[in-house]
C-alpha cells in the first residue's frame, strides 16, 4: 500500500498536529469537540472495489480516496449504482462472499489496515469501533426476535456482562435514542414497531457500543420527512454526546447540507469532488456536482418552470469508461485523450478536490 | 367548470379479525375529501406515509368502489358507474405510478404495452396503432428501436417514460401521478419532471400529483392539498401554501424538509411521534390530537368543513391547528 498511500499524501489534506488520536489513547473514549476536529480517524486510500460476476469483473469502486475527520460528518452523495454502498461494505468488509473484492488501495481506521485484518479481529471491530446502519430496518432487524434480544446480541458478542447489566444498558441506550417505554418495547417485535421506531431500534443496536465511527447507509430513505428530520437530529445529537465521527451515505442534497460537515460527490465509481459543505454547495467546481445542483426543485424556484435537467442516465457498471465518466452527460466536447486517461484528483483549493478534467472542471 | 368535483369522499376497507374474518374496524384511509380540479390545472397533494393520497388517487381512476360521496368528471356522476359505464371515461383519466419496474408487463414488448389502451378502446388499424405507438415514444423522447425491447431493457428513467407514453396515448384529459419520480435516480427526476411540463403545456392535461417530496410538489403545483389521516387539511395556491401556511400540520412539514442549501441550516421544531394508524382515527383534529394540543377537546364535536380564510386558501378550521 505505500506506493499508492505516497502517490496521495501530496494531494490530500495533511493533519494538523500529530496529536494523539481521540479515543484511542483513552479507555474511555472522551467526547471530541467537533470544532477541534483533530487527525483523521478514517483514512482511505486508492481504494478498488469489484465484483466477479458472469459477464467478468466489475469494477464498482474505482480508487477512490479520502479522510473521515475525527467527530465529524463526512457525506457521501451520489445517485444508484455510484458504489457509495460498496464503499460502506469495503470498510466494515461486509462485501458479499464470494463476488465480492478489495483489489487495492488502504482503508486505515485509527492507524491500523483494515484491507488486510485477518476476519476474527475484524470482527472486534465491527459493530463496536465501527457500527452501520442500514437503509430499510425491517430487512436488516430479524423479525423472529424481539428486538430486546437482538440489542442484547450487539452486546454479548463484544463484552462479557450480566444480564441485569444488558438489561439496564439496552434500557438505557432506547431511552437516548428516545423510544418510549422502552421496558415494553424489549419484549416485542420488528413488525410490531413503526418505521421511525425500528430505525431507532437499528441506531441503538449500532451505538450501544460506544463506536468511534458510524456510517449510516440511506438511514432516513424509507421514512416520512417528519421523521427523517427526528433520525437526522438523533444522530446529530448523540454524535456530540458520544464523539463519534460519522459516515452518512445518501442520494439527498437536502440531507448533506443540513448535517454533514464534509462531502464527496461520487460518481460511477469515483469520486469527483470533496469539500467542505459549504464550499460545495457555494462553489462546486465539477460539471456533475454543478449539474446536481441545479437539477433539484428547490421551495424558492418558479413553480412549473422547466429544471435543468443532466440528460442521459446513469452509466452501468460495465459501461464505465477509463477517462472522464460524466463526459458524454456533461454537453460538453471531450477529445479521445479525456476519454482514455483518468484524469487526476487534485486540490484545486485549499481543501477543495475534484477529479481534474479539464473539460468538466471549467 | 372543473373537471373533476370531488365531494365528502370517503373509502373505508374493512378491518378483518377473528376466525370468522368478520370485520371488525374499519380503516378510514380517505374521509371526506372534497376538492375541484381545473382543466389544464395541477393539484399538489402531499402528506406523509399512510395519510391516504394514494387510495384517493386510485378511488378517483375507480380503480376501488368509493364507500360514500361524490365523484363527477366531466359533468359526469362517476361514483357508483359500473365497469362497461366506466369505459369511455376511462379514456380520458389516466394513471402514472411510482414504480415504473412493477407497474409495467415484463413480458411484454414496449410495443405491446404502448397498443393496448388502443385495442381495449378498440381504436385504429394494426397499421395506425404502429404508427401511433412511435408517435408516443418520439413524444416522450425515446428511440423507435425502443418498440420491440422489453421493459428490464430500460433504465428506471426510461421505464417511467414508457409508463408516461401509456397514459398519454389516448389523449386524456386528466392523469393521476401517483409519487412518479421518488423511485428516480436524483439527475434524472428533473428529466421526467420537464417532461411532465412539457406534455401538459403541449397537451392541457390536469395533474393530481400525489408526491411526498414538497419541494416536488411545489414545484409542479397551482394548487397544493395536504393531506393528514384522511382528510385534507389545508388547500391553498402552492406560492401561498409555502409562504403563509395557516395549519400546524403543514407548518411541521414545510418546517422538516431539508433546505439544500447549508447557509440556511436551523434548529427545526421538530413534529414528535410518527403517524397514527387510520383505524379507528381519534374524534375532531387528529394533529391536534397527536400534538395533545390543549384546545383539541374542542375540535370533537365542531364542524371541521374547510373554511376559506383568504381567496382559494382553504384551511381545516380547528382550535387547536388553525392560527
Known amino acids: 500500500m505505500s506506493d499508492a498511500y505516497e502517490s496521495r499524501t501530496g494531494i490530500l489534506p495533511v493533519t494538523s498536529e500529530p496529536g494523539i488520536l481521540p479515543g484511542a489513547a483513552d479507555a474511555d473514549r472522551m467526547p471530541v469537540s467537533p470544532a477541534t476536529g483533530g487527525r483523521p480517524i478514517l483514512q482511505v486510500r ?21 479522510d473521515v475527520p475525527s467527530g465529524k460528518t463526512l457525506g457521501i452523495v451520489g445517485e444508484s ?86 438489561l439496564a444498558r439496552s434500557i438505557d441506550m432506547m431511552i437516548k435514542v428516545r423510544i418510549p417505554a422502552p421496558e415494553q418495547r424489549l419484549n416485542e417485535y420488528p413488525h410490531q414497531l413503526s418505521g421511525g421506531m425500528r430505525q431507532r431500534m437499528m441506531i441503538a443496536m449500532a451505538l450501544i457500543n460506544k463506536p468511534k465511527l458510524l456510517i449510516a447507509d440511506e438511514p432516513t430513505t424509507a421514512l416520512d420527512v417528519t421523521v427523517q428530520a427526528q433520525i437526522l437530529e438523533l444522530i446529530a445529537d448523540l454524535q456530540k454526546e458520544m464523539g463519534m465521527s460519522v459516515i452518512l451515505i445518501t442520494h439527498d442534497l437536502g440531507v448533506i447540507a443540513e448535517v454533514c460537515d464534509e462531502v464527496a460527490v461520487m460518481y460511477a ?47 452501468g457498471i460495465a459501461d464505465f469508461k477509463p477517462g472522464c465518466r460524466f463526459a458524454e452527460r456533461s454537453g460538453r466536447e471531450h477529445s479521445q485523450a479525456h476519454l482514455t486517461n483518468r484524469p487526476s484528483f487534485v486540490e484545486i483549493a485549499p481543501s477543495h478536490f475534484v477529479e481534474n478534467c479539464p473539460i468538466c472542471v471549467a | 367548470m372543473s373537471l373533476l368535483t370531488v365531494q365528502n369522499l370517503q373509502q ?18 380517505v374521509d371526506g375529501v372534497s376538492f375541484t380540479l381545473g382543466e389544464g390545472e395541477t393539484l399538489g397533494l402531499v402528506g406523509e406515509s399512510g395519510c391516504g393520497k394514494t387510495t384517493l388517487g386510485k378511488a378517483i381512476v375507480r380503480l376501488l368502489k ?179 401556511p395557516r395549519h400546524a400540520y403543514t407548518k411541521a412539514l414545510l418546517d422538516a424538509i431539508p433546505v439544500p442549501d447549508p447557509a440556511k441550516r436551523r434548529r427545526r421544531e421538530l413534529l414528535q ?39 382559494g386558501h382553504l384551511v381545516q378550521p380547528c382550535p387547536c391547528c388553525m392560527d
Not at chain 1, 296 to 310: C, G, Q, V, Y
Not at chain 2, 15 to 28: N, P, T
Open chain 1, 46 to 66: 486508492d481504494l478498488v472495489t469489484a465484483f466477479d460476476t458472469d459477464a467478468g469483473r466489475m469494477t464498482a469502486v474505482d480508487g477512490i480516496s479520502f
Open chain 1, 269 to 315: 465509481g469515483r469520486i469527483v469532488e470533496q469539500a467542505s459543505v459549504f464550499d460545495l454547495f457555494a462553489n462546486p467546481r465539477h460539471a456533475y456536482s454543478q449539474g446536481l445542483l441545479e437539477s433539484i426543485p428547490r421551495l424558492d424556484s418558479k413553480p412549473k418552470t422547466l429544471l435543468k435537467a443532466i440528460p442521459g442516465n446513469v452509466p
Open chain 2, 273 to 311: 411521534g410518527d403517524v397514527p394508524s387510520p383505524i379507528n382515527p381519534p374524534a375532531g383534529c387528529a394533529f391536534g390530537h397527536r400534538m395533545k394540543h390543549p384546545k383539541w377537546e374542542q375540535s370533537v364535536n365542531m364542524d371541521l368543513t374547510l373554511r376559506e380564510v383568504s381567496p
Open chain 2, 12 to 29: 373505508h376497507f374493512p378491518v378483518r379479525g377473528g376466525v370468522l374474518r368478520r370485520s371488525v374496524a374499519s380503516c378510514k384511509a
Open chain 2, 66 to 244: 368509493p364507500t360514500s360521496g361524490k365523484i363527477e368528471f366531466d359533468g359526469q356522476d362517476i361514483t357508483h358507474a359500473g365497469i362497461g359505464a366506466l369505459r369511455p371515461m376511462r379514456r380520458h383519466v389516466q394513471m402514472i405510478f411510482q414504480d415504473p419496474a412493477e407497474s409495467l408487463n415484463p413480458r411484454h414488448t414496449v410495443r405491446d404495452i404502448l397498443e393496448e389502451p388502443f385495442i381495449v378502446q378498440k381504436m385504429g388499424t394494426k397499421d395506425e396503432r404502429r404508427k401511433w405507438v412511435l408517435d408516443l415514444l418520439d413524444k416522450v423522447g425515446l428511440p423507435a428501436t425502443a418498440t420491440d425491447r422489453f421493459p428490464f431493457e430500460f433504465s428506471g428513467g426510461q421505464r417511467q417514460r414508457i409508463g408516461i407514453a401509456r397514459a398519454i396515448a389516448l389523449k386524456p384529459k386528466l392523469i393521476v401521478c401517483d409519487e412518479p419520480v421518488s423511485a428516480l435516480d436524483v439527475s434524472v427526476q428533473s428529466q421526467v419532471l420537464n417532461l411532465l411540463l412539457d406534455l401538459q403545456r403541449e397537451m392541457g392535461l390536469s395533474y393530481l400529483f400525489i408526491a411526498h417530496g414538497l419541494s416536488v410538489v411545489k414545484h409542479m403545483s397551482d394548487r397544493v392539498a395536504v393531506m393528514y389521516l384522511g382528510k385534507i387539511v389545508e388547500l391553498a395556491p402552492a406560492e401561498e401554501l409555502y409562504h403563509n
Open chain 1, 81 to 166: 449504482g455510484c458504489g457509495k454502498s460498496v464503499t460502506a461494505f469495503s470498510i466494515t468488509r461486509l462485501l458479499p462472499q464470494p463476488h465480492g473484492k478489495i483489489l487495492g488501495g488502504s482503508i486505515r481506521f485509527e492507524g491500523k489496515e483494515l484491507t488486510t485484518l485477518p476476519l476474527e479481529e475484524m470482527q472486534k471491530i465491527r459493530g463496536n469501533d465501527i457500527s452501520m446502519i442500514f437503509q430499510e430496518p425491517m430487512t436488516a432487524l430479524n423479525p423472529v426476535e424481539t428486538v430486546g434480544r437482538q440489542l442484547a446480541e450487539a452486546i454479548l458478542l463484544h463484552t462479557e456482562c450480566s444480564k441485569a447489566d444488558v
